[in-house]
């Protein structure tokens, strides 16, 4: 097992395909910073208000479709690893297909979406207004964003983080000038910022299509043409494994809102601090997420191959790794935590709730490098099922977790978090130390 960590051209295969994504995970907050500079120097409040509440409902509607990527990438790795270029050609076309089915969908609700989400608000009338103006218009952006989505998936499933990383980047890049140009240029304000956002999102999908057409060629796959019909005959793996995705995503969303709402009733300033803290989770997110995506890529590769020793070397490398960084990231929390929290915040107030709750997010890194990496094993497994069960089991453990300690205050929730993170990772390793034992892991590509 630890012979494989001498392998150096597996250190570089791990490195080449996370480090593309943790550097381009880097450009999305990037973006962010961007937008509230542009919206926040107009002469109203309600522009950032309405374009904050808007972005948020347009990023939940496309999280919740994450499972494009995720579903593309483990099936299609797992054709790569087989040799198979009609399994390739149909995991695209499929994803293609259900991307833009979803798509018209929630085109088609976009009106109805908006009215419910905002019966539910607080928001100010004009905050609402900018709202739903900028939902309005980004929303358009949705054939593009779930296009992208498969895409990714795609291309990382054959085994390329670099071309992902291009597309991201592009519409990051493309985003930001365009925000500088219709809101500070033309004076387009919240509408501006939607259609730069609009934009940048097909942009994205033109570079994509270009990069698959590429991969495509390049692979001698089948004419997609030709190739359509055949596809769409077995889209039910894909659907089952999306739907199972999709639950599993559902749960982490609750846990994340429960979390910030319940924190909102903790006060003004345990609010802000926990909003400054999760900073800290979203740098976790980012280096993890990028090692969690090479263990998808690898694991696909080594199933569709049903290659043991590559699967074997591919948990060893990337645990590896992950260890390494996940060490760094905790060093750097515990040295370095409140100078963080001090960039973040210069309120008195916010800086000392913050300094409070910062040992819950020193112990994260190493609690929560575990989910990640298990989830991206189960992705290239394309074990949906299992993902979408322990997920349900986690949530469970958040919510008695919070209950039994809710004396304690906001310490309730960041243990809560904690334990969200902690068995979620156990329950997966227990699921697949079962299965590697019974000599049943190697099997799923086609279970």
């Known amino acids: 097992m630890f012979s494989a960590l001498k392998q150096k051209s597996l250190h570089v295969r791990v490195l080449s395909l996370a480090f593309p994504m943790v ?4 450009t999305v907050p990037l973006l962010g910073l961007v937008d509230a500079a542009v919206i926040g120097h107009l002469d109203h409040a309600w522009y950032l208000g309405g374009v904050a509440i808007g972005s948020t409902m347009i990023a939940v509607t496309f999280w919740l479709l994450g499972f494009l990527r995720m579903a593309t990438t483990g099936l299609t790795a797992q054709a790569w690893g087989a040799d198979d270029k009609t399994g390739l050609a149909n ?9 833009w089915v979803l798509a018209l969908i929630i085109l088609a609700l976009h009106p109805f979406i908006s009215n419910a989400v905002f019966s539910f608000s607080d928001a100010s009338a004009e905050v609402k207004r900018y709202a739903d103006e900028y939902f309005s218009v980004r929303i358009w952006s949705a054939p593009a964003a779930l296009t992208n989505l498969v895409i990714m998936g795609w291309l990382l499933g054959a085994q390329n983080a670099k071309k992902p990383m291009m597309l991201i980047i592009l519409v990051n890049l493309v985003n930001i000038v365009l925000d500088l140009l219709f809101v500070v ?3 387009w304000k919240v509408e501006g ?3 730069a956002s609009v934009i940048a999102d097909y942009s994205g999908m033109f570079l994509g299509l270009y990069f698959v057409a590429q991969v495509w060629a390049k692979s001698s796959l089948p004419s997609p043409i030709t190739q359509w019909k055949k596809a769409s005959a077995g889209m039910s793996r894909l659907a089952k494994l999306n739907r199972d995705i999709f639950l599993r995503s559902l749960c982490l969303q609750m846990a994340f809102t429960f979390m910030t709402f319940q924190g909102a009733t903790l ?3 345990v609010v ?3 909003a400054v803290l999760m900073n800290f989770l979203m740098l ?3 280096a993890m997420d990028g090692f969690a995506y090479a263990m998808e890529a690898m694991v696909g590769k080594a199933i569709g191959a049903r290659n043991r020793q590559e699967l074997l070397g591919t948990l060893t490398a990337t645990t590896f790794w992950s260890l390494i960084i996940s060490l760094m990231i905790t060093l750097a929390f515990l040295l370095g935590g409140q100078s963080i929290v001090g960039v973040i915040s210069d309120i008195p107030a916010v800086r000392e709730q913050a300094y409070l709750y910062l040992p819950w997010l020193i112990a994260m890194p190493l609690v929560s490098m575990w989910c990640f990496l298990l989830d991206g094993v189960f992705i290239g497994a394309t074990r949906g099922r299992e993902m979408r069960n322990t997920m349900f089991f986690a949530m469970a453990g958040f919510f008695v977790i919070w209950w039994l300690l809710s004396a304690n205050g906001n310490h ?6 904690l334990g969200f993170m902690a068995l979620r990772g156990v329950t997966l390793g227990i699921l697949f130390a079962y299965q590697w034992r019974r000599g049943q892991f190697l099997l799923s590509a086609h279970s």
């Open 267 to 269: 006060g003004d300033d």
């Open 185 to 187: 240029g033309f004076g």
């Open 272 to 274: 802000a601090a926990n």
């Open 284 to 286: 976790v997110s980012f």
């Open 23 to 26: 550097l381009s995970n880097i």
């Open 91 to 99: 995991v695209f076309l499929q994803g293609i297909t259900l991307a």
């Open 193 to 195: 910022a939607a259609a």
């Open 412 to 417: 309730a929730l960041w243990a809560a978090m």
